[in-house]
């Protein structure tokens, strides 16, 4: 048997005009996709996009990075030969405010900031930041005599790290990963509270700084992205009124902030006093269906799950979902396909979708758009498909009402010829890359199940798919096979 046979062309004529109907309202891509080959292809190039341009990728799955724990053990200590006249405790609310006073001009603040605001800082992005914070900050205001001046930050090469640490009561540590950074400890928390209460002027300055590091970075590690996280907590956590106000709209300037903004919410739901407002803003983020806030609610939602503490979240995400699910755009769906391949509770809200959209559908082209968004979808998740995620979401589905949901879909994809192609060639390249793994019997019978529902009740798909398993020649593909004809 052929799986494109002469049949299949005399069908692909009939519905050929139908086929590209809408074509600018769907979301097919324009690479041309006709075997598991291409698909192999385009994984691979995928793949490399997201090394080659991981600074959003880094953000959206820093939540991993909290497992660091950085791993501080402290360095040898080097004597600086210059010592301080005094040693500020920022903790302290009036020694803070006389060491601002004090060194207003000079890069000893820029310092103080920078320790206060982040948990560590490698001592090889030291220069960065503070150059980027003292552009930031304001111009001292200098007395000569009767006369007011402003100065420019001063900065001076000769001042030792060892002496500027002393007089903030500053560390030096070495990471796990033999990373040198440096810190105020447990300290930092206070001295910020301090800095922004005191001196509240300076508040905006400090989040303009913020913004342009998180922007700076284009190949940042998993620890530098975690400490800006855990910069932006640390400025909100303190007054989040005022963060509502100043320092989200800053972040919602820039889609690549969009695994940031979700990790901030996460984050800051640990927090029981914030909870309710962090409620708010996300639920904000989903409402905000013109932006790409959506996304960061999604992401949200997928952290939270693993608390089980998402539901409040479920409910207006399948509304925004069902609304958007026809319109998304290509980096829409990678995005989507990266969730799906984390979050059981996203795959069921996606399915339930899927099925609710084609079921209020009556207009022929919109459901064309719909399975073509379900294909493309399949096809971004499997280009993640590795040894540690071999289950391919909206086919290997983790429960029968997932693949229920998916039924009615794919009673559309099947009849359609360059659709069911489009299938078959993921699936394909799918059951071979899945050989390689080791793959359980679970997946085995999720993935079987998944081409009883493809076949429906049509003998003559049921006969395709068979055909297709059989010439594919590799374990999986002959093991799904086996379970099919013995069902």
């Not at 909100?236 to 969009?258: C, F, M």
């Not at 559908?361 to 979808?377: E, F, G, M």
Request: overall charge negative; hydrophobic content about 40%.
């Amino acid at each position: 048997m052929n799986i494109n046979s002469e049949e299949d062309a005399v069908q692909q004529d009939h519905v050929g005009q139908q086929d590209h109907v809408g074509q600018e309202e769907t979301v097919e891509e324009k690479e041309e996709i006709d075997n598991f080959s291409d698909l192999e292809r385009e994984k691979q190039n995928s793949n490399e996009f997201k090394v080659q341009d991981n600074v959003a990728y880094t953000q959206i799955f820093i939540q991993n990075a909290s497992g660091l724990n950085i791993g501080y053990r402290q360095a040898e200590e080097k004597k600086g030969t210059i010592k301080p006249e005094k040693v500020f405790d920022l903790r302290k609310p009036d020694e803070c405010t006389a060491f601002v006073e004090k060194y207003r001009a000079g890069e000893y603040l820029a310092v103080a900031i920078i320790l206060s605001t982040f948990e560590a800082v490698a001592v090889c992005d030291l220069p960065d930041l503070k150059k980027v914070l003292m552009e930031c900050i304001p111009k001292a205001h200098i007395f000569v005599g009767e006369d007011v001046r402003d100065e420019d930050p001063i900065t001076d090469p000769y001042i030792s790290l060892n002496t500027m640490l002393s007089v903030v009561g500053g560390q030096q540590f070495v990471t796990e990963n033999g990373l040198i950074c440096i810190s105020l400890g447990e300290n930092s928390e206070a001295a910020l509270v301090n800095i922004l209460e005191q001196f509240p002027a300076l508040r905006s300055s400090i989040i303009e700084w913020l913004v342009r590091v998180n922007e700076m970075d284009q190949h940042r590690t998993a620890f530098a992205a975690y400490q800006i996280a855990m910069a932006f907590i640390r400025m909100i956590s303190i007054d989040i009124g005022y963060a509502r106000r100043s320092i989200l709209p800053e972040l919602y300037t820039n889609s690549d902030n969009v695994g940031l903004l979700a990790n901030l919410a996460y984050k800051l739901y640990g927090n029981i006093t914030l909870r309710e407002e962090v409620k708010e803003i996300v639920l904000d983020w989903m409402e905000a269906e013109e932006s790409w806030l959506w996304r960061s609610a999604c992401l949200t939602y997928s952290f939270l799950e693993k608390e089980m503490c998402g539901n409040w979240l479920e409910r207006q995400m399948e509304r925004t979902l069902r609304k958007k699910l026809l319109y998304l755009k290509r980096e829409d769906l990678k995005f989507v396909a990266s969730i799906l391949m984390e979050s059981k509770g996203f795959r069921n809200i996606i399915t339930s979708v899927f099925k609710k959209v084609s079921e209020q559908t009556d207009d022929r082209k919109k459901h064309q758009i719909l399975s073509q968004v379900y294909i493309n979808l399949v096809r971004y998740s499997y280009y993640q498909v590795s040894a540690g995620l071999t289950e391919l979401p909206l086919v290997a589905c983790d429960t029968k009402q997932q693949q229920h949901n998916l039924t009615v879909v794919l009673a559309r994809i099947m009849p359609v010829y360059h659709l069911r192609k489009q299938m078959y060639a993921i699936l394909e390249a799918y059951l071979k890359e899945l050989s390689r793994y080791a793959f359980t019997e679970t997946v085995i019978k999720h993935i079987a199940a998944y081409f009883c529902n493809l076949a429906g009740d049509s003998a003559e798909y049921h006969r395709d798919i068979l055909y297709l398993l059989e010439k594919c020649q590799n374990k999986a593909a002959l093991r799904i096979y086996e379970l099919i004809c013995h069902a």
